[in-house]
């Protein structure tokens, strides 16, 4: 079977900071032109990859990835860029063109997470930003609301929930159980092989009830992007294993109903990860949050469901 091969836009050319004075003119000019831009940006002492949509001087959306930049699709990204928003997708520390030191040993926090998020806000923006996060990346964009609101103007939460990896509240369900016997008893691949990787990834979102044509691209994407072959670096990226090893302590459910910004939860009834009661339980406790599920959704969103993701986003 013949992999999509890499995309001309996921080549990360040498540009290190967007606010360099001898770089934001090109950069600017690209996203101005309505292209997009793969580059990385210093924040809070870390160096993330980030890519840009649409008009740089429009107001800012920052995409948190779950772990990496791809879990947000091209399509939402570049219906909010339609829209008149500067749109910005990130891979995590340990991710994609971010900053990698140890995948098996974090030195990092949860909490260092979410200060990457409103540092990288406030180098790319002199205003709040409208931040978002799927997935785990979710879990980093409730702390990071919480912890430095003055960085942030709204709030979307897409497919997550508001506890930690790990057991979760009586209340709130787990993940399924055919998703737990899959993760249990399926054979990994050689994680140095990326025809391997890409047909990992289509077997796990048939389980998950996600496209898998579209998941084997995404993952030889993801595979381009990881620096180098290592094994235990491409797994930590196209699992996010990363995240479990994380110190996310302490809770901050209790905290939501802190949150003072516009808020939009967006869950598929479809997903067999973090079932559809997670998302619901957030829209419950985060005031005035609007609840979207999408009804044909698994833990991804699907491109058919952009437009009215991205609708619901620029509402806020």
């Not at 930049?69 to 063109?97: F, I, K, N, Q």
């Not at 990288?120 to 785990?136: F, N, Q, S, Y």
């Amino acid at each position: 079977m013949r992999l999509p091969a890499q995309p001309i836009d996921d080549a990360v050319p040498d540009v290190h900071h967007v606010s360099d004075v001898s770089i934001v003119p090109h950069v600017m000019r690209g996203a101005r032109d309505g292209a997009r831009m793969m580059t990385t940006v210093a924040a809070n002492g870390v160096t993330l990859g980030v890519e840009h949509f649409g008009d740089a001087a429009a107001p800012l959306v920052l995409l948190a990835g779950g772990t990496t930049m791809l879990s947000w699709p091209d399509t939402l990204c570049e219906a909010l860029a339609r829209g008149g928003r500067h749109v910005v997708r990130y891979d995590l520390r340990d991710s994609g063109a971010s900053t990698i030191v140890d995948s098996e040993v974090p030195a990092y926090t949860l909490r260092d997470l979410a200060a990457d998020a409103a540092s990288l806000a406030r180098e790319l923006h002199d205003r709040p930003a409208h931040l978002a996060g799927i997935g785990v990346g979710g879990m980093v964009a409730q702390v990071a609301a919480l912890d430095h609101p003055e960085a942030f103007s709204a709030l979307t939460l897409a497919g997550t929930r508001p506890v930690a990896p790990g057991p979760v509240d009586g209340d709130l369900p787990d993940h399924d159980a055919a998703i737990k016997e899959w993760l249990s008893s399926c054979t990994m691949p050689d994680w140095s092989d990326r025809g391997e990787v890409a047909e990992f990834a289509a077997r796990g979102a048939e389980i998950l009830g996600d496209d898998p044509d579209r998941a084997r691209a995404t993952a030889a994407r993801k595979w381009d992007r990881t620096p180098g072959a290592d094994p235990g670096t491409q797994m930590a990226n196209q699992l996010g294993t990363v995240f479990a090893k994380l110190d996310c302590k302490p809770r901050w459910r209790e905290r939501l109903s802190e949150l003072a910004i516009p808020a939009l939860v967006v869950h598929g009834r479809r997903d067999l990860f973090f079932p559809v009661a997670n998302g619901e339980a957030l829209a419950r406790e985060i005031a005035g949050a609007r609840l979207l599920v999408l009804e044909q959704a698994a833990t991804a969103i699907p491109d058919a469901a952009a437009g009215e993701v991205a609708a619901a986003m620029l509402a806020l």
